[in-house]
């Protein structure tokens, strides 16, 4: 290989991909209010008209890395009162559960280069029911099913076209563009079809406005001076609409433009006919191609672009060539990680990846920048300027994230992330590491150790499943490649030195080595807000946030011990979380020296919450959830070559046993080995207490249903729990579906539903468990079926209930899609597949966002 050769950096197929967020409005970044409400200061009716500030959004769209210059999709079937730019929801008060986007569309392929991309939005050709979906969610209470957009009937006689979005990169700046409009009705149709181009509109514009103008019929320059020229080729000559993408100050706020020209203009000239909207001149920052089409019955119609950074004017030449090649090799990226699989398996896997590379969005957000109010604009309310996040002025962040969902969830969440990362890796091990270490950098953590939560409010707390994501990806790489990165691993671990640091310091309140983490993700799944103090004051001792504590630990330890076997001095910090794990253990039996103060109930072979009074009593909270199954994950098998290698670390936990019999009796006996000799099991839980957990899990009539782990014991169906507490009376039930109570939150469900993140926890731990006990080693699953396997086999079995919810059963239809029968048989939909937020613990129905494929992608690990 010659020497340029060597040298020549690797092409940045990345500069563009699915960056554009499905919502903008509504989120806080864009929330300047004195109330922080930030659904109403931008809402859905305003965001056609208000210019933003911190990103753009967009249906089925693209844009560079850091959003300078965006491309996606808008329609119009002539009898909308707007032009549909953006997707359509409720607001969290307007739905009956939460917020909830209102619109049928799917991400259908991706590849992680973005060198191609398949988008489906279905768009109807009769009235887009506004109102009506507005109105009836409002009627409906918690008890009640959301109303949906095919509840209205407007797909009932096939009147909608299907709107195919592909994208094929020659390179990483020349992007081909294919959209395929069919019409599925049985009659002709028309369409206004206007795919968009437009800059996102920053403060810079002040002084060196950017511009988009045409150079002929059939080409656009879009020129900035942030990323240069753009060329935008059609291969069928069509208008085109110019206006400006600046805020209406008129329509909004009743005061005089600043601009003749206003981001809605392309809505105010074609549905409102107002041709003064669109700039005569011709040239603008925002424009829209105006293919005007009648469409014929059961038809189909192409439309090519071709946007890049240099001029072509033969731009559609190679254009099928290119396209479907790139389609080819996506084809073969898919088809070597897809052996074996069926071909249901291998649809609903991929386009569980394509969900999670289209959640990729341009986050953008400068919190003090925010607080202080933009440049040249009146400064906003003292209340917002020292309101939410005032403690995170120092988080700058602007970088691609992967995101929950791109509509319900466009912001981070900090556990989501970590599920995310993981799954990702098993596609693109660059970026699930990047990830990881971006929300670990200087821009994100805070310098007292915290991760950001969620913007919402970054100084919340979500469980800190960092450590297993870093160890998880690691060993994903060095199993694939031989090799892990070692680099990547140390970097990720010093970091979270700091962030456990932080744990122990900030949510110990008592320096027992319980832990208080408050909401910790599991919202709505205790008796009391755990977001908030409790009535009359006192303490609630976590059995989850201290088993999440304990995988802490012992992720930390496994770590140290890796890192050792290069750096020896890695040892003292292995040794230093052997002992972490321990107290934390003898913690969770024994707190405070009380008698009776352990989070572990033996007559009921369960773990519970402890309620510590402010008059010093303690009281079992005896509530059988998923917080009493999480110290299952509090495992780590090590073989005996790794232990070894390390005799300081073995000696001194060897020396701490024998000086506290009282911790070790409560863990597993590290030193013994597994039948073979070979393997030490590390765990909260001796052989007795696993199988007492176990058993409740696998319980259908508690735990254990068709489709996965429920949040929740199925017992509390019939005979809710009741807990008196300072003359109140707190009750929780099983609710298999949506929560029914708004205590904790519009849109908070974990009282019953089945979640995929903690279910696969919970599967990774039984393999863990079945790595040291082996074969030999039965349980009953289910439980009481007098079917006695493996852990393993167990674990298998349990995963197959979780993807099952997605594939088709004996009757063709699959469970996520529940009665619907248009989404069970339409050949138009019924291979099209949503990964919702969670699923109904007796069915397994999808619930909640629909689009979440972010954690919901576990499947296709689990596949």
């Not at 052997?578 to 572990?600: C, D, R, V």
């Not at 009282?662 to 597993?668: E, F, R, T």
């Not at 909640?848 to 954690?855: E, K, L, N, V, Y």
Request: net charge negative; with cysteine; hydrophobic share 35%.
């Amino acid at each position: 290989m010659r020497e340029s050769a060597k040298l020549k950096k690797p092409q940045p197929w990345r500069k563009w991909g699915p960056y554009l967020s499905e919502r903008q409005w509504g989120t806080v970044r864009e929330d300047y209010s004195a109330n922080g409400d930030a659904w109403d200061y931008i809402s859905h009716d305003m965001a056609r008209s208000k210019a933003y500030r911190w990103g753009e959004d967009g249906i089925g769209g693209i844009s560079d890395e850091q959003q300078i210059l965006c491309l996606a999709t808008a329609y119009w079937n002539g009898k909308d009162p707007i032009i549909k730019e953006r997707l359509f929801g409720l607001t969290n008060p307007e739905g009956n559960h939460g917020e909830d986007v209102k619109e049928l569309y799917y991400y259908l392929d991706n590849v992680p280069s973005h060198s191609y991309m398949k988008f489906l939005y279905k768009y109807p050709q009769n009235q887009f029911p506004y109102q009506q979906l507005l109105e009836e969610n409002r009627k409906r209470g918690k008890s009640d099913a959301e109303y949906e957009l095919l509840d209205t009937g407007i797909f009932d006689n096939n009147q909608y076209f299907d709107v195919f979005t592909e994208y094929a990169k020659k390179s990483p700046t020349d992007i081909l563009v294919r959209y395929t409009i069919h019409n599925r009705a049985d009659k002709d149709a028309e369409l206004h079809f206007l795919p968009t181009l437009w800059f996102r509109n920053i403060p810079s514009w002040n002084k060196d406005k950017p511009s988009i103008t045409p150079l002929s019929a059939n080409t656009l320059l879009a020129h900035s001076t942030e990323i240069g020229n753009y060329y935008l080729y059609l291969e069928e000559e069509t208008p085109f609409l110019f206006t400006e993408n600046e805020t209406n100050y008129q329509r909004l706020y009743g005061v005089k433009n600043r601009s003749k020209y206003c981001k809605d203009g392309i809505n105010q000239f074609l549905a409102e006919g107002d041709t003064r909207a669109l700039n005569p001149q011709h040239t603008g920052t925002k424009v829209a191609l105006h293919y005007h089409k009648t469409i014929p019955a059961k038809s189909s119609i192409s439309i090519k672009l071709r946007l890049l950074q240099k001029k072509n004017n033969k731009a559609f030449e190679d254009f099928d060539a290119f396209f479907n090649a790139q389609l080819a090799l996506a084809d073969d990226f898919y088809a070597t990680k897809q052996k074996g699989k069926t071909d249901d398996e291998k649809l609903v896997q991929r386009q569980a990846w394509a969900g999670m590379l289209w959640s990729k969005q341009y986050y953008y957000y400068y919190v003090k920048d925010w607080l202080d109010g933009d440049k040249g604009e009146p400064k906003p309310p003292l209340s917002h300027q020292n309101g939410r996040n005032q403690d995170w002025t120092h988080l700058m962040a602007s970088d691609i994230i992967s995101m929950p969902d791109n509509w319900e969830y466009p912001w981070f969440a900090a556990w989501d992330t970590a599920f995310h990362s993981v799954v990702l890796a098993s596609i693109d091990f660059d970026f699930a590491k990047q990830q990881l270490l971006l929300f670990a950098s200087e821009r994100y953590m805070h310098p007292n150790g915290q991760f950001p939560a969620y913007e919402w409010n970054f100084g919340d707390v979500n469980p800190p499943v960092q450590s297993w994501a870093t160890w998880k990806i690691y060993q994903m790489q060095k199993n694939s490649e031989g090799k892990g990165d070692l680099d990547f691993l140390e970097r990720m671990y010093h970091k979270m030195l700091l962030n456990f640091t932080w744990w122990v310091n900030r949510k110990d309140t008592e320096g027992n080595n319980i832990f208080e983490g408050g909401f910790l993700g599991l919202d709505n799944i205790g008796v009391f807000d755990r977001s908030k103090p409790l009535p009359g004051g006192g303490t609630l001792e976590q059995s989850d946030g201290t088993s999440w504590m304990a995988m802490y630990a012992l992720n930390m330890m496994r770590i140290a011990m890796e890192l050792s076997f290069y750096k020896q001095i890695y040892e003292d910090l292995a040794i230093k979380f052997s002992e972490h794990f321990f107290y934390i253990a003898g913690a969770m039996a024994n707190m405070n020296k009380t008698e009776g103060a352990g989070l572990w109930d033996e007559e009921d072979g369960f773990y519970y919450d402890m309620l510590h009074s402010g008059d010093g009593s303690w009281k079992r909270l005896k509530l059988r959830t998923l917080v009493g199954l999480l110290p299952l994950i509090a495992v780590e098998v090590i073989a005996e070559k790794n232990w070894v290698k390390l005799p300081a670390l073995v000696h001194h936990i060897k020396w701490f046993t024998k000086q506290r019999p009282d911790l070790a009796a409560l863990v597993s006996n590290w030193e013994g080995k597994n039948s073979e000799g070979n393997l030490q099991l590390l765990s909260l839980l001796r052989g007795h207490r696993m199988k007492c957990l176990l058993r409740r899990m696998l319980d259908e009539n508690e735990f254990l249903s068709d489709y996965g782990v429920r949040s929740v014991s199925k017992i509390y169906e019939k005979n809710p729990f009741v807990f008196e507490f300072r003359n109140e009376v707190f009750e929780v039930k099983y609710t298999p579906a949506e929560s029914d109570t708004g205590m904790f939150g519009g849109n908070s469900n974990w009282r019953g539903p089945i979640w995929v993140p903690v279910n696969y926890l919970l599967i990774e731990s039984m393999y863990r468990f079945h790595d040291y006990y082996g074969d030999d080693f039965k349980i009953e699953m289910p439980h009481g079926s007098g079917n006695y396997t493996t852990i393993k086999q167990a674990a298998d079995l349990l995963g197959k209930r979780l993807t099952s919810i997605f594939l088709r059963d004996k009757n063709g239809n699959r469970p996520v899609y529940g009665n619907n029968q248009k989404l069970q048989t339409d050949p138009h939909f019924k291979d099209y597949i949503l990964f919702h937020e969670y699923f109904n613990g007796d069915n397994g129905t999808g619930l909640g966002a629909s689009h979440q494929t972010g954690w919901t992608g576990l499947v296709a690990l689990l596949m």
